[in-house]
């Protein structure tokens, strides 16, 4: 079966990071042989930027008021079993056409869904900057639940010499190596402790006060995750269901304090899992 992999690309321009993409992609390529490899250059796409109007956080991402591109670019998320962020570096921080994006997906933060899908992330530099906007792609697709490969920074100024040019192709060849491992041998990861007690806290609130109208609290419920010891079947050691045990209880403390000092009729509001 195919595997679907689909790198959203950040840059205004066919540049150094785009370059860089087809280089990861042909080099992905020799190690997957059906593969179907898209990137989606979002500077051709109409995304709207956030309103803060909280309405894919409290009602759903349905009733978002932009009526744009962004949906369509979701379901090509959905529909992938790899995902790569790429960016050139401008101003220590991702494009503000890839953030616009990001923004938009702030629900996915409250929502995790891509527990089976793997991720990675290809950042282009002048100088310095790169190796920190990678840690921040990957963090935020740990909290979307993607499978996170470890991704690359790379200094791109030209003119450049044969010997940069070798350096830069071996590394992405290093990421493209890890990328295909995780692709297609997905292995059964052990939540972090930092993730385990996102997820504890956030479901425990959730279920210590429960609110139909909050379709957070609809997500966990249909999930079964009021249940479960983590978004997916995982064995944890003692000591992780320990701590998960003794967060259990502190968030539900918390959200019935909070709660009860709430005006009354008030619905109640939970910790989420990120903002």
Same mark, same amino acid.
């Given at each position: ?50 309103? #803060? ?6 009602? #759903? ?18 529909? &992938? ?31 995790? %869904? ?16 790169? #190796? ?27 003119? %450049?010499?044969?010997?940069?040019? &070798?350096?830069?192709?071996? %590394? ?51 999930? #079964? ?14 000591? %992780? ?35």
């Amino acid at each position: 079966m195919a595997k679907k992999v689909v790198a959203f690309l950040g840059s205004p321009r066919k540049g150094e990071t785009f370059s860089a993409l087809k280089v990861f992609e042909s080099k992905l390529r020799e190690r997957v042989k059906d593969l179907d490899f898209e990137i989606v250059h979002l500077r051709e796409f109409r995304v709207e930027s956030c309103r #803060g109007c909280f309405l894919c956080l409290t009602k #759903g991402e349905e009733l978002c008021p932009h009526k744009d591109d962004f949906t369509s670019l979701v379901r090509n998320m959905n529909e &992938a079993d790899g995902v790569v962020f790429a960016t050139p570096n401008y101003s220590l921080q991702v494009t503000g056409t890839l953030k616009i994006f990001l923004d938009r997906c702030a629900h996915i933060f409250h929502r995790p %869904r891509y527990f089976e899908k793997a991720f990675t992330a290809i950042v282009t530099q002048g100088v310095i900057g790169a #190796g920190d906007i990678v840690k921040y792609l990957e963090t935020v697709a740990r909290y979307w639940g993607f499978g996170v490969v470890k991704g690359v920074g790379l200094t791109t100024l030209t003119p %450049r010499t044969a010997a940069e040019d &070798a350096q830069i192709e071996k %590394r992405i060849a290093s990421v493209a190596d890890r990328f295909h491992r995780a692709l297609t041998h997905p292995a059964q990861r052990k939540p972090s402790w930092f993730m385990l007690a996102i997820f504890r806290l956030s479901r425990s609130s959730h279920a210590a006060v429960p609110n139909e109208e909050s379709c957070d609290y609809r997500y966990f419920r249909d999930k #079964g995750w009021f249940e479960s010891e983590y978004y997916y079947p995982v064995r944890l050691s003692v000591f %992780r269901r320990w701590f998960g045990a003794a967060l259990d209880r502190f968030a539900t403390k918390q959200a019935l304090k909070r709660h009860a000092a709430l005006p009354r009729g008030t619905p109640p509001h939970h910790f989420p899992a990120a903002q």
